[in-house]
């Protein structure tokens, strides 16, 4: 396994433009889930897919932001008219969901987004 | 709601003494517990994990007890080297989705 990629691994914006993010997790894994996390605190979920479909979305996920994995592989989460606020490191992991077991997550090296 | 509570840090040992860094939860049903390491510069790493309650997760000389009675998952080292430091975060796995809920994160600093 090559691990859990993420692209770009820094990116600077104004605010209110939009950005893109892409996450390619380990290969075969079937589950995909998105954290954000602030200086000086724990990651924190937004949202996770299993294959294709979008399950569960955190109420920290506003309206600006949206996250698609249209072929059950990379994923993308974008985020719309970026606040100052939307300053973080963006997390995706990936594990794998076999006969009901639940493996561990595996995090990618991050994408740090600063909003000017 | 699912949280976990962490010492705050930061921690600091000479080399070779005693780690614990204490970790409590709440949630509901009967969650996953894990600890992810964070060194300088890298990614989140999974340190250990224990997936019932009184299973001992243990990985590179670290251990912690998954103890149901008292909600608490704490980690221990006998014997703690200067490349241990770094961040460890203390979280729980719930749900369906298993998404995890992280504690703020304890960091250990450790000097010759």
């Known amino acids: 396994d090559t691990g859990v990629s993420q692209d770009p691994r820094h990116k600077i914006t104004k605010r209110g433009q939009n950005v893109t993010f892409r996450c390619d997790p380990i290969?075969?894994?079937?589950?995909l889930y998105w954290y954000r996390q602030t200086l000086g605190q724990g990651p924190e979920f937004l949202t996770y897919f299993q294959n294709e479909a979008q399950l569960e979305k955190s109420r920290l996920l506003s309206d600006r932001f949206s996250a698609e994995r249209p072929k059950g592989s990379f994923s993308t989460l974008e985020i719309q008219r970026t606040e100052q606020g939307d300053s973080a490191m963006y997390l995706c992991?990936?594990?794998?969901?076999?006969?009901?077991?639940?493996?561990?997550?595996?995090f990618g090296p991050g994408t740090r987004l600063t909003v000017l | 709601g699912d949280s976990v509570t962490q010492m705050e840090g930061p921690v600091t040992l000479s080399e070779e003494a005693f780690l614990t860094i204490n970790c409590t939860y709440t949630a509901t049903g009967y969650p996953s517990l894990f600890w992810y390491v964070q060194y300088p510069g890298e990614g989140l790493q999974l340190l250990l994990k224990a997936t019932k309650a009184d299973d001992k997760g243990s990985n590179k000389g670290f251990e912690a007890t998954y103890r149901k009675e008292t909600t608490s998952f704490h980690l221990e080292k006998g014997s703690v080297q200067v490349s241990d430091s770094a961040v460890y975060f203390c979280a729980l796995g719930t749900g369906g989705g298993n998404k995890l809920t992280f504690g703020t994160g304890t960091q250990l600093k450790v000097e010759l």
């Open positions: 992991a990936s594990s794998s969901v076999l006969a009901g077991v639940k493996d561990t997550q595996y």
């Open positions: 290969s075969e894994h079937n589950r």
